[in-house]
């Protein structure tokens, strides 16, 4: 019977944390040959430019050619990742206080032919 009841309280306990959003919550980015990346394996960049904290200055035909990492109205910032609204009222994530982007021209998982671009995009490391 303790056996029972013992496993009846983690059920509850595991559907407690599931209903509040809190379990099983993950990074909206993970690490990859030590760079980050989607979770499709597409590089994340940062972009020197980016210097206030909290602001995204990559817009337009900038943000065209660098797609932001956006978030849902249902992501949640947690630790070193925190979430900034765009100038055009997306949102997007940050991680460490940069702002993270993905690049057009990488076609595929693991491409890291944005780095270096102008001086001022780098690969993101974590």
């Keep these: 019977m303790a056996k029972v009841a013992t496993a009846f309280r983690g059920l509850l306990t595991a559907a407690a944390l599931a209903s509040s959003g809190m379990a099983f919550a993950a990074d909206p980015a993970m690490t990859k040959d030590g760079a980050l990346t989607t979770h499709d394996g597409m590089t994340l960049y940062t972009f020197d430019k980016d210097?206030?904290?909290g602001k995204s200055v990559c817009?337009?035909?900038?943000a065209t050619n660098w797609p932001p990492l956006t978030a849902s109205a249902s992501d949640k910032a947690e630790g070193d990742w925190t979430i900034i609204k765009?100038?055009?009222?997306?949102?997007?994530?940050?991680?460490?206080?940069?702002?993270?982007y993905t690049f057009k021209?990488?076609?595929?998982?693991?491409?890291?032919t944005g780095d270096g671009k102008g001086d001022v995009w780098h690969v993101a490391k974590p």
């Design 51 to 53: 210097t206030s904290a």
């Design 59 to 62: 817009n337009d035909q900038c």
């Design 86 to 100: 765009r100038e055009d009222g997306a949102s997007q994530w940050v991680y460490k206080g940069k702002p993270l």
């Design 105 to 112: 021209s990488d076609q595929a998982e693991g491409d890291k």
